[in-house]
């Protein structure tokens, strides 16, 4: 089966560092996205990984192992406004029609205080 | 450029009352879906296009219908409504040239008593 593990909840003190992971099997790999999702609100993309490594965008970068099937969001000097749902999903193979469409995690709520 | 747009944002039915969910994208985009949003269960795909006049089932397709006559509409249709259809339902839309960036609209609240 296809499955996504990412931790249901974190929190984190404001002006620090945290790291959020996601683990995945799946049938086939061609891209981990990770997005943000603030209450009621839409999700919004943050970052696209197929390379193995690490994309790095401002505060925000992500890593990509696919031989471990792993991947982290390291968020860097938080803000209040951080607090959200970080939700992780990949991009199977293209067996099913499984490129065309996208595996979810059920999101991990990360709180940052002050 | 007004992006996904989706009507209603809010809507309260009756079980067995009948609506149509609208998603609206003005970037040109082939793929579009269709999701739900419920406490403890992440975005559950309902169903999706990957073009003009085609449609395709996701992982929770029972109970809606969806229609893609348009390239830039994407309906989703609720025949008898239940309560276990009560969710915030997401539509998303994406290029078919880019790297999978997929757009989502506000979302529509329903309800149903």
């Known amino acids: 089966g296809q499955n996504i593990d990412q931790p249901t909840e974190m929190t984190a003190t404001e002006g620090a560092i945290v790291q959020i992971n996601c683990t995945y099997q799946t049938s086939g790999f061609n891209g981990l996205f990770w997005y943000q999702q603030h209450a009621g609100e839409a999700p919004t993309f943050l970052s696209y990984n197929v390379l193995d490594g690490l994309e790095e965008k401002g505060r925000f970068s992500s890593f990509l192992s696919r031989s471990k099937g792993y991947s982290y969001l390291l968020l860097k000097e938080l803000q209040m406004k951080d607090s959200a749902s970080y939700l992780c999903a990949v991009r199977g193979g293209a067996n099913a029609g499984n490129n065309r469409k996208l595996i979810w995690g059920l999101g991990t709520s990360l709180a940052v205080n002050p | 450029n007004a992006g996904v747009t989706q009507t209603p944002k809010f809507r309260v039915l009756k079980t067995g009352q009948s609506m149509t969910l609208l998603c609206a994208q003005d970037m040109n985009h082939e793929y579009m879906y269709w999701y739900r949003q419920d406490p403890g269960m992440g975005l559950r795909l309902i169903h999706y296009s990957v073009g003009e006049g085609t449609t395709a089932k996701g992982e929770v397709p029972d109970g809606y219908n969806v229609s893609r006559l348009k390239k830039q509409n994407f309906l989703l249709g609720l025949e008898s409504a239940a309560p276990s259809q009560t969710s915030v339902y997401f539509c998303?839309?994406?290029?078919?040239?880019?790297?999978?960036?997929?757009?989502f609209g506000p979302g529509t609240r329903l309800t149903v008593t």
């Open positions: 998303a839309s994406r290029d078919l040239d880019r790297n999978d960036e997929q757009y």
